[in-house]
C-alpha cells in the first residue's frame, strides 16, 4: 500500500487538536446490480477506484453497481469527549454510513463535505466503519463537472466514491460549531460572528504570535490597529483563537475587499477600493494519478506557486470545489480566486450549447426544456448545494468572484439565482453568466466573454465590468507525457515550443493587452494543465513537463496592469 496522502488537518479555517484521520487502506467490494460481489479489493483513501493513486483504476462504476468500503479503526479513552463527529471530505455521490452495523446517516452530493454524529454507536477500542455508494454519473441530473462514462475531448473520466479526506474529532459540549468573518477595511475591523451553546467564549486576533485585539461577544465587531491589507502582491493573514471552557479552535483572517468601481472611463473590478486587473488561469483542478484529486498537499502548494511565478495572480476554480486546504495556500500565498459552482443537469448538447451562441442564438434561461434543466429535484438540489458552498467557503480570503453557470450547460433562472447568491453573500462580486447565454445587463455584475476561434474584442457601450472569462488554449503536444498519442484535443495546436511561444506572445500583444484601455479588466487564459486528451495546459497532465519558460511568462504578464 502506498503512504497515505492528505494527513494534514484538512479544515484550516476551524482547526482544533482533536483529529484522527482515515485516510490510507480500506477493504472495498464492488457489487454489480443483483447485489453479486464483482471484485473485492485493498483501496487507497482518498483516492476513487477508477484512479490509479487508488492501487485499482481498472474499472468504472456503473450507474447499477455499488461499491461498498470498510475498515477498522482504534478510539481510546483519552480522545472520546462529549460528541464524536465522522467527516467527510468528499463522497461522489450518493452514500449511507454506518458504524459497528448501525446506520448513522446519509448524504447525497459528489462535491461538498458533510459529517455525521457518532457518539451514540462508537465504542472504546476496535469499530468498523461501513460506506455505500452509489453514482450515476451522466445518467442522472446531479451536479458533477466535468465526468462522462463515454470519456473524451472536452469530457473525463468518472469517479466515485471517496474522493477527499475522511476524518474524525471528538469535542465538547459547548464546541464552537462555526465561525463566519467579515473584514471591512473601510472601518478597520472585522465582524467575527461564533456559532457555539457555550455562553463564554473568548475571541483573540493575533499578528503572529501578538495578540492585538479581544472580544467575549459572540457577534463581535473588533478594530484591528495599524491595520494591513490582503492583496496578492501582500497576501498578510491574521490569525484568530477561539475559546469556550471545553474547546480551542486556530483560524485566520486577512483584510481586503472585493468591489465594483468605476475608474473614469469603465466600470472596473476593484481590490481595497483600487483598480486591479485580474490576470488569470482555468484551473480544473484534474491529476493524472488521481483525477479530481491530488496527489497530496505539496502538489497543490507547488502548482499555485508555479502559477504565481509566471506571474499570474488569480485562479478560476473551473466547475469543481477543492479540499479546503487548496484555498489555504491561495489564502497565504495571493493567489486570487474565481469559485465556479459545479455543473449539473440534463445531457450537454453540443448544438445548443457551443454551436447557436457563435451564430448569435439567445434564449431566456427560464425556458427549462432548450437548456435541459426539466428534472426539479435537480434545479432544487443545484439551489441547495449554492447555499452550501457559499457557507463553506464564506471565510475563504482569496475568493473574489463566484461563477454561476457555464457556457449555458445546467443553466436556469440565472437573474432569480444571482439574486438569491447576492443575498448570501453580498461581499463578492457575481458572474451569473460565464460564456454564451447572458440574461441582460441587469441579471449580472459582469459581462463575461468566451472566445476561443475569433479575434479577441470586447463590446462598446457596455454599462457592466467586462471580462475575458475563458480564451486561448493554446496547445503543444509533448511526447511521452501525453495521455493519448492519438486523440488530441486544443483550439490552437502548435507544433514546437517556439511557435507555441511566439503565437503566445502574438495573442498577448496584438489582442489581449489593447483592450485593457478599451474596458477589459479581467482575462483568464485555458489553462493550467492538460487535462487527459485536452494539450491546452501550461503544464502537461503528469505535472512533468512546463512548457513555457516561467520568465517569458512573467514578463508578459507583468503588461497585463492598468497604466
Partial sequence: MKTISHTEYPRPQLERDSYINLNGEWNLTHFTQGNEPKGQYKINVPFSPETKASGLGHFILQPNEQLVYEREFDLTTDFIKDITLLHFGAVDYSCICSINGKEVGSHKGGFLPFSFDISQYIKIGKNVIKLTVTDPTDTGTQSRGKQ???????????????????????????????????????????????TTESPKFTIQVLDGKTVIAESSEKNANIHIPNMELWSPDHPKLYGLLIKTPGDTIKSYFGMRKFSIGFDGKFKRLFLNNKPYFHNGLLDQGYWSEGLLTPPNDESMEKEIK?????????LRK?????????????????MLVWQDFVCGGGAYETWKVAYLPFIGWKTKDTKYKFLNRTDEVGRNEFISEMDKTVNLLKNTVSLSVWVLFNEGWGQFDSVQLTEKLRKLDNTRTIDSVSGWYDQGPNSSDLKSLHLYYQKLK????????????????????????????????????????????????????????????KGLSASIYTQVSDVEEEINGLVTYDRKVVKFDIEFLRELNSKLVYQ
Fill in 148 to 194: 462522462k462514462l463515454k470519456r473524451g475531448g472536452i469530457w473525463y473520466t468518472p469517479q466515485s466514491g471517496i474522493w477527499q479526506t475522511v476524518w474524525m474529532e471528538s469535542v465538547s459540549n459547548d464546541y464552537i460549531k462555526d465561525i463566519k468573518i467579515t473584514p471591512n477595511i473601510d472601518s478597520n475591523s472585522v465582524e467575527i460572528l461564533v
Fill in 306 to 314: 508555479l502559477m504565481k511565478d509566471m506571474g499570474f495572480n488569480m
Fill in 318 to 334: 473551473h466547475i469543481k470545489i477543492e479540499p479546503l486546504r487548496w484555498y489555504y495556500h491561495c489564502d497565504r500565498l495571493g
Fill in 458 to 517: 470586447v463590446p462598446k457601450n457596455e454599462s457592466r465590468v467586462i471580462v475575458l472569462s475563458e480564451f486561448g488554449g493554446y496547445s503543444l503536444k509533448t511526447e511521452g507525457h501525453v495521455f493519448d498519442d492519438k486523440k488530441l484535443f486544443g483550439y490552437k495546436i502548435l507544433p514546437d515550443k517556439k511557435s507555441l511561444e511566439t503565437e503566445y506572445r502574438k495573442l498577448f500583444e496584438t489582442e489581449l493587452i489593447p483592450l485593457i484601455e
